[in-house]
Each structure stands twice: as C-alpha cells, then as structure tokens.
Nanobody, 127 residues
Framework: QVQLMESGGTSVQAGGSLRLSCAASGYTYTPYCMGWFRRAPGKEREGVAGIGSDGKTYYADSVKGRFTVSIDKAKNTLYLQMNNLKPEDTGTYYC?????????????????????WGQGTQVTVSS
C-alpha cells in the first residue's frame, strides 16, 4: 500500500521561503514519477514540479527558477524548496507518485496521470 505524507506547509509572507517534505512508502513503481501538485482556492489541481526515477526534474513555468524539487532515496522523502514565494503560490500542496514512462514534462505534470496521493499540506502566502 502506497502511503504519502506531506508536511512543512504554513503561512509565510511574499518573498519568503518554505521547504515541503513528502514521506513516501510502499511504492514499487519502476520507472516512477513523483511530483508536487497544488490546488489554489477555486481552481483545479495543477502540476508544480517533480522528479523521475531517471533523475530528471521538471517544473511548471510559473515556478521555474524559484522552486527546486529533490529526493532523498535513503529516506524515501521528496522535497520541494520554494523560494521567493508569491501570493499566487497559495494553495494545498500534494505529492503523488505513479508508474511513469513519459519523457514529456507536460504529461509528467498532469494530475490525472497519478493514482497515489497524499492528504496535502496548506501553504498560504500573504502580500
């Protein structure tokens, strides 16, 4: 059974930084993609960033240069370092993992391509 547990969300002022963590267990997908997604109030869930088992990282255009995704395989933990946060980054952040053969970032960032999800952690960025 796949288990994903996010942590690290909190309230922060614009321009600040946060690091989210996702403790993962039980997944045996090969190859896999593990990613971060978010749902802003009144909006659909969208892909933010992720990493494949090939080590390739991918980012939504809105976060490139500000967010960094990484994985500690020894700890089975996915991280999202978020710098220069903006109010539009506000939302519930989820991690997800699934089998992944695609090399296309757009497909890797598509929420419907993932079946295993965590419960989410709230990030609020105030101006």
């Amino acid at each position: 059974q796949v288990q994903l547990m996010e942590s690290g969300g909190t309230s922060v002022q614009a321009g600040g930084s946060l690091r989210l963590s996702c403790a993962a267990s039980g997944y045996t997908y090969t190859p896999y993609c593990m990613g971060w997604f978010r749902r802003a109030p009144g909006k659909e869930r969208e892909g933010v960033a992720g990493i494949g088992s090939d080590g390739k990282t991918y980012y939504a255009d809105s976060v490139k240069g500000r967010f960094t995704v990484s994985i500690d395989k020894a700890k089975n933990t996915l991280y999202l370092q978020m710098n220069n946060l903006k109010p539009e980054d506000t939302g519930t952040y989820y991690c997800a993992v699934d089998l992944c053969y695609s090399d296309y970032d757009d497909l890797r960032l598509t929420p419907s391509n993932y079946n295993d999800w965590g419960q989410g952690t709230q990030v609020t960025v105030s101006s």
